[in-house]
């Protein structure tokens, strides 16, 4: 029976999270079976040779173990149990629990801290009782125990004492008075306070009692109120007044008081009028108002009581009372009233309603109604009431949750009263709302006359609102803390900076820890990169630290509202925390650390003088050093110690900037070579215990141990030595030296890579991680081996190789969507010489001028233009001398000393355009194409019955159109036999302009373009102008003005100029300021921003040529001059303009050479020029069957540069005259060319000369075929 007894199942400890707790019931539990030996000592081991006796002892030991996993496996959960790998003794899973629960003496530190800080700050609540309160402060005492912290009785007590509140004041004294309180127990003091808190609650209660006790409103029971509060006391003498003749003043009878009144009996509380006695009462208008409501009858509650002040008759708002709800709180009562509830057709008013703010519910006290000759039957789930008199008023069934519900309309209060004027509104009105109380201070003391007392306003002035209103203070301490390593992460990203790095980052995006606040730093090129380096520091500190991060703080950037992002933190059980809308204060902790890191910035490079461009550099070194900074969130340690439990070291910092020599090792240099290089320090590595140091003379960084500092020195930037290595070549990269054999990752060196304007790759090692340029890589290596651009073999001697490397580019559509990845096999071609490698490397390409010629003729006969793309153009070049080029990266066959010989041109190499030009010559030959003699890449095939296809090249993109849909069809299939072609459909987007073809016309514009240039120089959201210059503007050099980036002006002229190709109206704006850009000013900027605001409105303005029914297309030109436009050397501007069709197809803008003496000179050489580009179009548009009997007619509107052209004469005007601009005399005599005179306000080449007037320029502006794109929203103001 004591086995049996023995054997009864004991209650087993379950494992709550809660380890400390955990294993001392386990390990009582055991100590109690006597098994606690296999805990500390493990199971008897069998020794060798053992005896009988021993083997015995052994097999029990590990049958008493199996006892003791039994009770650890029915404690443990199974998702635990799974995480322990040895799971063979008991011993083992004790340990393993120990270890993965109770952590480190690291951990143990870290958590104490965290321990010790709610220690300090613990205090009672108000509303906590004192076990509650001891239950909570003992709990975090056992905890800072199992820590290793030693807590004493009577630090406990102490604590307890002073962090009582007020009401336990003279307690405290008291005990403090009588106890010693070193020798005080913590259950001495707790039995002592809840003998005070007991006394207080039933004080408290009886209080609450008395408070809450409806008092009965009847006149004349009770306590009555009036003039004689009982019959025994009297009123004032009243007892000896004969009562006969005392008048009442409610029902004016004789022999009782009013307060006495008979009338008074059965209306105090509870009243019921007939809608005709109800109108008879009170002014009111012809339709009340009423809401229906929903009451409870409740035999609980003290009073009638309601939420809404809108529905109380006769509020008496003086009136204060509490009420004690069924959770202890308590709510006030703000006034008492009446109320009028419309039941059945009849009108009830309850008196004596309790107006209490915020309650939900409309509550009627059932014992408050009986009171007033009512009775309440409840039977059978039905509640009715009846009256004495009246008799049933009204019933209810019980609601499914067993309360009796009454559904009534709600009489709105609407007399007509009597007001009163608000002084306090009228004066506050009158002071310009100034606020009451300064009012008052000038009332009270007298500072002005006629300014009465004002009481307080009862509601907010709306106008005041309109005008005061003003944010809430934004708390300056946080008022929660992270406990836990990872628990929240703040993180914002910072920029754009200017200016772009070297490795083209223009943001950096901050990580910190809450706990530790130990900040992390990454560098992007794009916003749009946010997601993927937060993945990359998710995985690292999650690695680092063996914790999850729970919670990330940001703004409401769109870069961390993405949907991508917002799935992944989903996903990864990551909980956001978003910033309201326009207060970054509520993300403080990144905001100030980004001003932090840019205000240290700033500072060091200041103090050394380095170029703001190594910016990143200085922000990496200043986290660095920020995270070994004292911080007042973590006391007395820096965030770095605190992160890894380790004092950090400060013996390596160096001032940023200054001079370094770096040691240059022997098996790098000769006997006689300097034994040092002089560099610039930039931090340290990442990866290595090294310096980072910046070559200016050579460019490169250097990783380097041995180092020797001067930080009091710094580099002289503008030296003789930086000079040289800015005329270096462009197309060398920026190297990278180590002191150690192991070569460091060029990844991490990425801010000082060469400039981009995208996120594409910039080396193999970039691109090989990621699919799509993978596959692209495959893609190109596969056309380079099906078009046979080369085989392997070993290099001859005397040989020499070229190397390659891979170039990736991101194509995009017309609509900015992502059209392809594209990986280009490129040789280094910068490294062949003239004579050696090659002879000729000129390639003709298509002309603008020629490409508008064949749009207007296409839209003229309603023909549809195609595109056409060859893949790998220049494989197909072939080549004339032998080319050897290196294995590409990541494609090495065989030994890795083979190299490459071509048979075919590869991209990059000098005679590449020209080999693939030869070989395109060659199939149009082949194919019977006749090639222009004027335009080299024109190219026209006729066939029977009048059919023409004409193709025109540009490099490898091609534009065919004619009007044979069969002959265009057959080009295609025999280009796609000779070459690897891809068919593009019709001609929408082709180098960067759009076109539109429809049944109107073809049209042309750079919306998209145009829109990436505002984009690039922060011009998106600038106001709109009519016009690209302000008329009568002159722009001179400007030698006395501020001087600007003269790089930048370049950059935003060489952008605008791409957009002539549809944009004839910005012609002779874009060309005037481009003749600034030696030296631009902030004159010269303004006027730069002036066409971009320009550019704004008339994003989608283009040139349409239009369908039309004429016969033959006749090309027509005007010419014009603007004398000494230019103010420094006084020579004039020519311009022109050759319309085919309705649009324009060739125009100019250009300053002449010479200096003109007088506006027929100006005309007469503007006008040569004129004549000489219409000879070329001319002969085109022969090549195109596009004929012209009779001489070209150019409109100029100078009649005296025109009787120039037709007489030869000499005189003072012409002598001086250049002989080849007298060629215009040939060619007008011989008929081919004619002048004809125009007026002035016709002269569309006006508007390539001089700035117009607003109303000028839009008529010819249209004049020239300019219209904006249906397509689009219009964008002009």
């Not at 004016?252 to 209306?267: D, I, Q, S």
């Not at 002879?839 to 309603?862: G, M, S, Y």
Request: aromatic content about 8%; glycine content about 6%; proline content about 3%.
């Amino acid at each position: 029976m004591a086995d049996s007894s023995d054997f009864a199942k004991p209650t087993i400890p379950k494992f709550d999270g809660y380890y400390d707790h955990w294993a001392m019931l386990m390990e009582n539990l055991l100590r109690s079976k006597e098994y606690w030996s296999l805990i500390e000592t493990g199971i008897v081991t069998v020794p060798a040779n053992a005896t009988e006796e021993q083997r015995n002892l052994a097999n029990f030991s590990k049958l008493t173990d199996l006892k003791v996993k039994n009770y650890l496996f029915q404690s443990i959960d199974r998702s635990i149990l799974e995480t322990i790998l040895d799971r063979d003794t008991a011993k083992q899973i004790w340990d393993a629990m120990r270890t993965k629960y109770q952590g480190s003496t690291r951990v143990k530190r870290a958590q104490l801290q965290a321990l010790k800080k709610d220690f300090e700050v613990l205090a009672m609540g108000d509303s906590e009782t004192v076990d509650e309160y001891f239950a909570r402060t003992m709990a975090i005492a056992n905890k800072m125990t199992a820590c290793g912290e030693r807590m004493t009785q009577v630090t406990i007590v102490e604590k307890i004492l002073r962090s009582l509140p007020a009401k336990f004041n003279f307690v405290v004294c008291s005990i403090e008075q009588l106890n010693d309180v070193t020798t005080l127990s913590i259950d001495e003091l707790q039995s002592s306070l809840i003998v005070q808190e007991q006394r207080l609650k039933s004080q408290q209660i009886s209080h609450e009692e008395q408070a809450l006790k409806a008092a009965n409103g009847s006149r004349g029971s009770g306590a009555s109120r009036g003039r004689g509060r009982s019959s025994s006391r009297g009123g004032r003498g009243r007892g000896r007044v004969a009562r006969e003749t005392i008048e009442c003043f409610k029902c004016h009878k004789l022999g009782h008081y009013r307060n006495e009144c008979p009338e008074w009996e059965g209306n105090a509380n509870y009243v019921e009028f007939l809608d005709e006695e109800e109108t008879l009462l009170m002014a009111r208008t012809n339709a009340d108002e009423s809401k229906h409501e929903t009451w409870f009858l409740d035999s609980g509650c003290s009073n009638h009581m309601v939420g809404n002040k809108d529905w109380l008759y006769e509020l008496d708002e003086s009136y204060r009372d509490t009420v004690k709800l069924g959770d202890d709180s308590k709510m006030n009562v703000m006034g008492k009233g009446n109320v009028k509830l419309s039941i059945d057709g009849r009108i009830h008013v309850i008196t004596g309603v309790f107006y209490i703010p915020g309650l939900k519910s409309n509550l009627l006290r059932i014992g408050q109604i009986q009171q007033k000759n009512v009775t309440i039957v409840f039977k059978n789930d039905i509640c009715k009431i009846y009256h004495d008199d009246k008799g049933l008023l009204f019933t209810t069934q019980m609601s499914p949750n067993r309360m009796y519900v009454v559904n009534a309309n709600v009489i709105m209060p609407k007399c007509l009263q009597v007001t009163k004027k608000d002084w306090s509104q009228l004066w506050h009105s009158r002071y310009g709302h100034l606020s009451i109380k300064g009012l008052n201070t000038l009332a009270r003391k007298e500072m002005v006359k006629g300014l009465p007392p004002l009481d307080e306003l009862n509601e907010h002035s709306v106008d005041c609102l309109t005008g005061k209103q003003h944010r809430d203070a934004i708390p300056k301490q946080a008022v929660w803390r992270a406990k836990l390593k990872l628990e929240l992460v703040h993180s914002d990203i910072c920029g754009p900076l200017n200016p772009i790095s070297n490795g083209g980052n223009r943001y950096f995006i901050t990580f910190t820890d809450d706990f530790s606040r130990k900040t992390w730093i990454y560098f992007l090129k794009e916003k749009s990169s946010a997601l993927d380096t937060f993945k990359m520091f998710k995985l690292m500190v999650e690695k680092e630290s063996g914790c999850a991060i729970q919670n990330l703080r940001t703004d409401r950037g769109g870069e961390f509202l993405s949907t991508a992002f917002n799935d992944f933190c989903s996903n990864q059980g990551i909980k956001r925390q978003l910033t309201t809308a326009y207060t970054p204060q509520q993300n403080g902790v990144s905001e100030r650390n980004n001003r932090t890191l840019l205000n240290m910035v700033r500072s060091m490079i200041a103090g050394r003088g380095v170029p703001k461009v190594f910016w990143p550099e200085a922000v990496k070194w200043a986290t660095h050093i920020m995270n070994r900074s004292p911080t007042l969130s973590v006391k007395d340690i820096t965030p770095e110690e605190t992160w890894s439990g380790i004092k950090p070291s400060v013996h390596h910092f160096r001032v940023f900037g200054c001079i370094a020599f770096a040691h240059v090792l022997d098996k790098q240099r000769t006997k006689l070579d300097d034994k040092n290089i002089k560099c610039v320090h930039l931090g340290v590595s990442d990866e290595s215990k090294a310096y980072k140091l910046y070559d200016p003379i050579k460019k490169k960084i250097i990783i380097s141990r041995d180092v020797i500092f001067e930080e009091n020195h710094s580099w002289d930037w503008n030296s003789e030595g930086k000079k040289r290595s800015d005329k270096q070549d462009s197309d060398d990269d920026i190297e990278i030296e180590t002191t150690s054999e192991e070569e460091e990752s060029t990844e991490n060196l990425q801010n000082l890579a060469v400039y981009t304007t995208n996120n594409d790759p910039k080396s193999f090692g970039e691109a090989e991680k990621l699919d799509v340029w993978r596959k692209a890589m495959d893609q190109e290596m596969e056309a380079i081996e099906n078009n046979m651009t080369w085989e392997l073999t070993t290099l001859p001697d005397r040989a020499n190789t070229i190397g390659v490397k891979w170039v990736y580019k991101t194509k995009y559509n017309e609509k900015g969507e992502i059209e392809k990845h594209k990986a280009r096999l490129v040789a280094k071609g910068y490294s062949q010489k003239h004579g050696i490698y090659y002879d000729e490397v000129f390639a003709p390409v298509a002309r603008w001028d020629t490409i508008r010629a064949i749009l207007a003729l296409a839209a003229k006969e309603n023909w549809k233009v195609f595109q056409l793309d060859v893949k790998s153009a220049f494989l197909h070049g072939e080549l004339t001398r032998d080319i050897y080029v290196e294995q590409p990266p990541g494609y090495q066959k065989g030994n890795k000393d083979m190299v490459y010989k071509l048979k075919k041109a590869l991209y990059g190499l000098k005679q590449a355009p020209r080999a693939w030009y030869s070989k395109i010559e060659a199939y149009f030959t082949v194919e019977q194409f006749k090639k222009c003699s004027h335009e080299h890449t024109l190219f026209v095939k006729y066939g029977s019955n009048n059919k023409t296809l004409i193709v025109s090249l540009y490099v490898d993109d091609l534009i065919c159109t004619g009007n044979d849909l069969s002959m265009i069809h057959d080009f295609k299939e025999s280009m796609k036999k000779n070459f690897a072609m891809t068919d593009l459909g019709k001609m929408k987007y082709f180098l960067g302009v759009e076109v539109t073809q429809s049944e109107d016309g073809i049209f042309i514009h750079q919306h998209k373009y145009a829109l990436e240039i505002l984009k690039r120089f922060g011009m998106e959201n600038c106001n709109k102008v009519c016009s690209p210059i302000v008329p009568g503007c002159k722009l001179s050099k400007d030698e006395n003005g501020s001087a600007t980036d003269a790089k930048r002006f370049k950059q935003m002229v060489g952008c605008l100029m791409y957009l002539l190709a549809t944009r004839p109206d910005l012609a002779y704006s874009i060309c005037l300021v481009a003749r600034f850009m030696e030296r631009p000013t902030v004159m010269h900027i303004a006027a730069v921003k002036r066409i971009m605001r320009y550019l704004k409105g008339t994003l989608t303005d283009g040139i349409m040529y239009k369908h039309t029914n004429d016969k033959r297309l006749e090309l027509i030109g005007w010419s014009d001059s603007y004398y000494a436009g230019d103010l420094n050397d006084r020579k004039s501007t020519s311009g022109y303009v050759f319309m085919l069709g309705t649009g324009a197809i060739s125009w100019s803008s250009k300053k002449q050479p010479i200096v003109t003496l007088s506006t027929t000179e100006a005309e007469y050489v503007a006008a040569a020029v004129c004549a000489c580009q219409c000879i070329w179009l001319k002969n085109v548009l022969n090549h195109l069957q596009i004929t012209h009997n009779n001489g070209i007619v150019i409109y100029c509107d100078n009649s005296s540069s025109i009787k120039l052209s037709k007489n030869p004469i000499m005189h003072g005007r012409c002598k001086h005259i250049d002989v080849r601009f007298h060629f215009l005399r040939n060619l007008t005599k011989d008929g081919i060319v004619e002048l004809k005179h125009c007026k002035s306000q016709e002269q569309l080449a006006d508007l390539m000369t001089k700035p117009l007037k607003l109303e000028a320029f839009l008529k010819l502006k249209e004049g020239l075929g300019m219209q904006q794109c249906l397509k689009h929203e219009a964008c002009c103001p």
